[in-house]
């Protein structure tokens, strides 16, 4: 079955805690991306990767690091969590950069206390 | 870049009526415009996309009209049923690997 596997689904950590969400896809796509969603702001962009060593700041990349080593994995690294990256994030695969299908995640909650 | 509008924030409807959700776009360039469902708990779906070379196109109950011209496009759902509650984000990009970007979003109540 295609699909983008996000990890953790929720989670729970402290000011200045570092941790990693990560995104696998089995569609071989080269194209990923990292969104977060807040009320009334829709989908923002953190980071997006065009294919393998790869990557570019989106809107909103303060406060995010990503890597993209292998074509399958994107994993979405926060050094240092503060409360203002409390949201509701997404990764997305798209076959490639020049328009088609983006499928999504099922979503990480993250709370920053 | 790229700058997407979306309206309305929220619409209500009764069951078995339509609803239009409308967006522009400010990048010329863009080409691909997409329409995403996404329903409580779970990610945006695709239900349906236009390209730049098509003014209209149609999936059973919705439909997705584009004019190049004035920079915008519209969802078109006829005969609502409650299963179309959601939120609904359009999205608009370029060829040339550029980024897809999101509307705000369009939360949708069909009220039976």
């Known amino acids: 079955e295609a699909q983008v596997t996000q990890n953790p689904r929720y989670l729970i950590t402290v000011t200045g805690k570092k941790l990693t969400v990560t995104c696998s896809q089995n569609m071989n796509h080269e194209y990923m991306s990292w969104y977060r969603q807040d009320p009334g702001l829709g989908l923002r962009q953190i980071y997006y990767s065009m294919n393998v060593e790869a990557t570019d700041k989106g809107d909103v990349p303060e406060g995010y690091k990503v890597s993209r080593k292998e074509k399958r994995n994107f994993p979405l690294i926060l050094e240092s969590p503060s409360p203002n990256q409390t949201s509701l994030y997404f990764c997305?695969?798209?076959?490639?950069?020049?328009?088609?299908?983006?499928?999504f995640g099922q979503g990480t909650r993250l709370t920053v206390v | 870049g790229e700058n997407v509008e979306q309206h309305p924030s929220t619409l209500s409807v009764q069951e078995g009526d339509s609803a239009v959700i409308k967006c522009t776009y400010s990048?010329?360039?863009?080409?691909?415009f997409p329409w995403y469902k996404q329903e409580l708990g779970k990610g945006p779906q695709l239900i349906i996309d236009?390209?730049?070379?098509?003014g209209e196109k149609k999936d059973q109950r919705i439909a997705v009209t584009l004019n190049k011209t004035a920079k915008h496009f519209s969802l078109h759902i006829t005969e609502t049923q409650p299963e179309d509650s959601a939120v609904y984000f359009c999205a608009a990009s370029a060829s040339g690997n550029t980024p897809l970007v999101f509307g705000k979003g369009t939360r949708l109540s069909v009220i039976a």
């Open positions: 997305a695969s798209i076959p490639s950069g020049t328009g088609g299908e983006a499928f």
């Open positions: 236009i390209r730049s070379n098509v």
């Open positions: 990048d010329s360039a863009s080409n691909y």
